[in-house]
């Protein structure tokens, strides 16, 4: 007898990652000295694609590039189908099939695979065949997107999980129980008195957290039969056995991915390393998810030239906020960090990009001498501060209305051309709002 798909049961309403789109990806690589990706015409694989609220967006606005989508839930690829019929694409595909299976129904290789909340929610049989099919398929100096549940911190997540499973277990089915679970986590928010304490202030967050999500995120997060996090070595080690190689973490300059600069120096130089030194950063900065980008070892690792860097598209939304101590002009990022323009050209490049925005500049061209200004914008594109892209979309209004109509019709959001995410125009939603964060959004499944 087959066991049901849960996700059939109660489909997952999925949302576009920002990080999964192709330039992102090969962006991060580049800037980390891994394989540098073409991107005038290549083919992505998106293992786990649910519905499609991923993979659509993609090969709406990237006609030059061949999309598959594989999913075991057969009604997710339905709702996938229907998009793309509404969206009347020719350059995707969506492939009913388990991750056991999938692979006779695939053909060549692939530039780019996606696999975004699969790794940590499958029995590890389906994992070993998942990392299988994807050293498999995945081309040479390809490279692979594939995220996962992070110990030490996802653990504290778990005991959630753990405790809804218990509260819910009469429930006759999972919607009900997904909907039992965020009655109880919001009981459990009222009923507590936070303390100054961290551990208060964090258990209260972690059962926010549940009551703030979609119910199908509480239903496939906490209350799936799988969920397994893995220490970071642990998950290299699987990825090594199948020869893949670390290149970067795709959210490496998103707050999900960043770390503290001084934490590693000071590590190794008191010699406070653990098990792994990753191991070690991961327990002290309380990591619960990992977005690596993968490759097909061996690779050698190669810093961006200067040349390529010159190649690159520089963009940025800093606006003068007035002056520092040493009178040198201020730039305010709209998440209210500061930067201080300390050199003149900085100062003009920053001028001038902001009124371009969100459109960017040839780093080249913005520039009179790249050398000069490579680390600093390398740093501030680090930190989130600055946006820099391998491409820039050639026609923001490509028939974007149809784009927009199919969306709203899900959920109130618009895809952008870079993959982001917008509240849709009130000319499409009579003035409704986003009812979730629209930007750099982070989020264990799609």
Known sequence: MTTPNPYDEFPYRSLPIEWTAPERLALASLLHGGPRQPLNSYRVLELGCGDGANLLPMAYYRRHAAFVGVDGARSQIKIANSGKSKLELSNIEFIHADFLTADLQLDGEFDYIIAHGIFSWVPHDVRDALLQLCAKRLRRGGLLYLNYNTNPGWNVRGMVREFLLAQTAAASNLPIRARQAQEVAANVVSSLTV?????????????????????????????????????????????????????????????SGQIPDDVVPQ??????????????????????????????????????????????????CLTPCGKSSAENPMFQHPSGYEVEAKE?????????????????????????????????????????LIELRCTEPSDFEFHQGRLKRWEVERGDYVTTPYHTLEAAPASFTGGSTMPYPLSRAVGAKT
């Open 195 to 255: 303390s100054e304490h961290p551990y208060s202030q964090l258990i209260t967050n972690e059962f926010q957290f549940v009551c703030d999500n979609h119910v199908s995120y509480v239903a496939h997060e906490y209350l799936a039969a799988e969920n397994h996090p893995y220490w970071r070595s642990e998950f290299m080690a699987l990825a090594g056995h199948h020869r893949l190689e670390y290149v970067a973490d795709a959210d490496f300059n998103y707050s």
């Open 267 to 316: 590590l190794v130089e008191q010699q406070i390393t653990g098990r792994t030194l990753d191991d070690t950063v991961d327990l002290l900065c309380y990591r619960q998810l990992h977005t690596p980008i993968l490759t097909r070892s061996p690779f050698t690792r190669r810093p961006p030239s200067i040349d390529e860097f010159s190649n690159l598209l520089v963009a940025s």
């Open 344 to 384: 003149e050209v900085m100062r003009d490049l920053l001028t001038n990009l902001l009124p371009l925005w969100p459109r960017g500049l040839l780093v080249k061209a913005a520039v009179p001498n790249v050398s000069e200004v490579m680390e600093d914008l390398m740093l501030l594109q680090r930190n989130g």
